[in-house]
């Protein structure tokens, strides 16, 4: 994701935290990489935001 956005790793990190403390994504583990799905909290915000 990174890669794709040409940002530091450490930045998703951060960006991605603070998605999931306010409840806009969920994190699941799936072997050893961790998922974000988004909740349908974050589905309403985009739907408001004409996304």
Do not use: C
Not at 29 to 46: D, N, Q
Request: aromatic share 2%.
């Amino acid at each position: 994701m990174a890669r794709a956005l040409a940002v530091t790793p450490s930045a998703v990190s951060q960006h991605l935290r603070i998605l999931r403390e306010n409840g806009l994504v969920t994190r699941e583990r799936s072997g050893r990489s961790v998922l974000y799905v988004i909740t349908p909290l974050g589905e309403a915000l985009i739907r408001v935001a004409g996304g």
